[in-house]
T-cell receptor
Framework: GAVVSQHPSWVICKSGTSVKIECRSLDFQATTMFWYRQFPKQSLMLMATSNEGSKATYEQGVEKDKFLINHASLTLSTLTVTSAHPEDSSFYICSARPGQNNSPLHFGNGTRLTVT | AQTVTQSQPEMSVQEAETVTLSCTYDTSESDYYLFWYKQPPSRQMILVIRQEAYKQQNATENRFSVNFQKAAKSFSLKISDSQLGDAAMYFC??????????????FGKGTHLIIQP
């Protein structure tokens, strides 16, 4: 079945540094990938839609200069948290859909980011 | 904008019993999908079941079934013969179909399901 790989699974960084999270579709091509953020005991909130070969679409309230998204190929999207602060500590999950709109979304295993 | 509401923050059920998780949603669209996802402590999102809005027949997947009431905008999940491995957070989610695959899922706040042995 369709597999989405996310790396790293967890990362600790110091305040002010940048962190890059990778999301790969291992056995299918994804023109669109989605990035979600999940705070403890809360739901998943869509941050942005990553579009291969074009700019990402950000949800209202998400800073595009802080959360840089690059979707350079049909199998890889990256999310870079720039100048991270403790309030950016969260669980970040990517997802992708193989094929058409009626295909189910497949999720990566998520990345737990802790900013100290 | 679409919204998804799960009114039960937590539910508890005895092992082998049946439990129903509630979900309502608000949309002005007619073509969409609805999903139930399970998130165990590992945080991995696992698709449980999905329903196409144009289908009147309720989706079923083994012990999992839904009661889809389109007019009422209700989409409840029934878990029969509950097992210890069913313990997890359950999220109801909505996907607009006409977005051509460009839309992400809208999730409810989740229901924490506890299975009592």
């Amino acid at each position: 079945g369709a597999v989405v790989s996310q790396h790293p699974s967890w990362v600790i960084c110091k305040s002010g540094t940048s962190v890059k999270i990778e999301c790969r579709s291992l056995d299918f091509q994804a023109t669109t990938m989605f990035w979600y953020r999940q705070f403890p005991k809360q739901s998943l909130m869509l941050m942005a839609t990553s579009n291969e070969g074009s700019k990402a679409t950000y949800e209202q309230g998400v800073e595009k200069d802080k959360f840089l998204i690059n979707h350079a190929s049909l199998t890889l999207s990256t999310l870079t948290v720039t100048s991270a602060h403790p309030e950016d500590s969260s669980f970040y999950i990517c997802s992708a859909r193989p094929g058409q709109n009626n295909s189910p979304l497949h999720f990566g295993n998520g990345t737990r980011l802790t900013v100290t | 904008a679409q919204t998804v509401t799960q009114s039960q923050p937590e539910m508890s059920v005895q092992e082998a019993e049946t439990v129903t998780l509630s979900c309502t949603y608000d949309t002005s669209e007619s073509d969409y999908y609805l999903f139930w996802y399970k998130q165990p402590p590992s945080r991995q999102m696992i698709l449980v079941i999905r329903q196409e809005a144009y289908k009147q027949q309720n989706a079923t997947e083994n012990r999992f079934s839904v009661n889809f009431q389109k007019a009422a905008k209700s989409f409840s999940l029934k878990i029969s013969d509950s097992q210890l491995g069913d313990a997890a957070m359950y999220f109801c989610a909505y996907l607009l179909l006409s977005g051509g695959g460009a839309d992400g899922l809208t999730f409810g706040k989740g229901t924490h399901l506890i299975i009592q042995p």
